[in-house]
């Protein structure tokens, strides 16, 4: 498997009602960061959670990393229906130049 | 402050014709990121260039790509001869910073259609 693998890889909602999509990786990272996409559109960036955090929050994101079994997870609380879109999670494993190694993705789809 | 902007936005190439994707970075960023997206997938890592140099390039198909990014000017991605297979969605990113608090930042992409 890859590095960055997301679950699910769909997952439709109503709106109100809770997202979690989860991240999984394979080696040591510097931090984890959470990235969305819209349909046809660049990547727009979310949250960062450093290696030595456990827990971020962002208005209705919370993020978790728990580095002892190389997962995290995203929290999106009271969707709406401009939440619909994909999301990415990418690991910096610091090495030259900080690339960053994305997921495939987990499509959410609000429904209003 | 204006974003990461990529152009064109839309680019049609006939096999075997080259491609040519420019990118500017943020104001004030001196690293450069491209990645590649095929439909449904995540990005995967092509090249990091600074000014003049290319870092890291072991994401980037060893024959018909290449990437610079001089002094003055924006980041081009060259692609020659292109074939179908090239046909993807080609983003740019730049940051400020490398390190614990890389935060990349992407433009809106450039969709490549191979005929």
């Known amino acids: 498997s890859q590095q960055g693998e997301e679950d699910p890889q769909a997952l439709s909602i109503q709106e109100g009602e809770n997202a979690t999509m989860n991240c999984s990786y394979k080696t040591s990272i510097n931090n984890l960061q959470w990235y969305r996409q819209n349909s046809g559109r660049g990547l727009v960036h979310l949250i960062l959670?450093?290696?030595?955090?456990r827990e971020k929050h962002s208005g209705r994101l919370r993020v978790t990393l728990d580095t002892s079994k190389k997962s995290s997870s995203l929290l999106i609380t009271a969707s709406r229906a401009a939440d619909t879109a994909s999301y990415f999670c990418?690991?910096?494993?610091?090495?030259?130049?900080?690339?960053?190694?994305f997921g495939e993705g987990t499509q959410l789809t609000v429904n209003p | 402050n204006a974003g990461v902007m990529q152009n064109p936005r839309h680019l049609v190439r006939r096999r075997g014709q080259e491609a040519r994707l420019r990118c500017s970075p943020m104001?004030?960023?001196?690293?450069v990121y491209w990645y590649r997206q095929l439909p449904e997938e995540g990005l995967k890592f092509m090249v990091y260039?600074?000014?003049?140099?290319?870092?890291?390039e072991s994401g980037m198909p060893k024959e018909r790509f290449s990437a610079e990014f001089p002094k003055e000017g924006p980041s081009i991605l060259r692609i020659q001869q292109v074939v179908r297979g090239d046909s993807a969605a080609y983003f740019c990113a730049s940051s400020l910073n490398t390190g614990v608090q890389n935060i990349q930042y992407f433009g809106a992409g450039t969709r490549l259609s191979v005929l």
């Open positions: 104001k004030g960023h001196s690293h």
């Open positions: 990418a690991t910096d494993v610091g090495t030259s130049g900080s690339r960053l190694t």
């Open positions: 959670i450093r290696s030595n955090e």
């Open positions: 260039l600074q000014k003049e140099n290319i870092i890291d």
